[in-house]
């Protein structure tokens, strides 16, 4: 006895089963329905405002990150010994540079939406 489904009876249950479909979601009716147009004064959140929040939020991320890595340091720096500490040092300089960077790029890009308006219209929304 073979428990594999043959072509034919496979088709038969595939069409049951979309027969099915169409009665329990009605799928006629949904693609008979039509569109309105929208509202061209209804004001919906700026792309470019969300962009650039976006952005910003990911600098403060990385920022965070990179402070969790260099706090460490500073105690570490605090305990060692005098031997060990221009190896530390460096190494709290070079995160304290990436640090000081991405909070300059932060800073412009806060300027920067600052004179992006947070909500526009729709009628005012860029062509994609």
Not at 14 to 38: H, V
Not at 40 to 45: A, G, L, S, T
Not at 61 to 68: D, M, S
Request: with cysteine.
């Amino acid at each position: 006895m073979s428990t594999s489904i043959t072509g034919e009876r496979r088709l038969r249950i595939q069409s049951k089963l979309d027969k099915g479909k169409s009665n329990d979601y009605d799928f006629d009716k949904m693609t008979s329905f039509g569109t309105e147009p929208i509202d061209p004064d209804k004001e919906v959140v700026n792309p470019e405002y969300r962009k650039l929040t976006y952005q910003i939020k990911k600098i403060r991320e990385k920022i965070q990150r990179l402070q969790a890595r260099f706090f460490p340091l500073i105690e570490q720096a605090i305990d060692e010994t005098l031997d060990k500490l221009p190896s530390i040092t460096v190494k709290q300089m070079e995160y304290k540079t990436m640090i000081d960077k991405l909070c300059e790029n932060e800073d412009k890009l806060v300027e920067q939406r600052v004179q992006v308006r947070p909500r526009i219209k729709l009628g005012q929304m860029p062509d994609q």
